[in-house]
């Protein structure tokens, strides 16, 4: 996978998803992260087994951050200027009028990634 430059973000920073499932978080990240770059776990996860051999091995940085600030406008200007395809993350869209059934479906993580709501 090529290595790709986005104006405004650390060189070689990758974020991790923080609602994935704790347990896939340490086998998920590591695999899809550059060699030398630093892995950001946003939020809490509860505890979880770190892959160390891959993160030593690929030279990876660990940081942790409960609150984000900053962070969240840089997400939200890169994926209003179409630097970031966030499509293939979002399982299902589901209009307000569903909001229950649409938490359901976010809750269930073997049928969904993300859901979105519209209004």
Do not use: H, W, Y
Not at 17 to 32: D, E, I
Not at 43 to 60: C, D, F
Not at 87 to 95: E, G, S, V, Y
Request: charged share 20%.
């Amino acid at each position: 996978m090529p290595q790709r430059s986005i104006p405004g973000a650390p060189a070689r920073a990758c974020s991790t998803p923080c609602s994935k499932p704790p347990a896939t978080r340490p086998r998920f990240a590591p695999r899809s992260t550059f060699s030398g770059a630093t892995l950001v776990q946003l939020g809490l996860g509860g505890e979880m087994t770190l892959p160390i051999n891959s993160i030593v091995a690929k030279e990876l940085q660990l940081r942790g951050t409960f609150r984000f600030d900053p962070e969240f406008e840089l997400a939200v200007r890169l994926m209003g200027e179409g630097l970031i395809d966030v499509k293939p993350l979002i399982t299902a869209t589901m209009p307000f009028e569903n909001a229950v059934a649409a938490f359901e479906l976010a809750s269930d993580r073997s049928q969904s990634m993300k859901v979105q709501l519209t209004f």
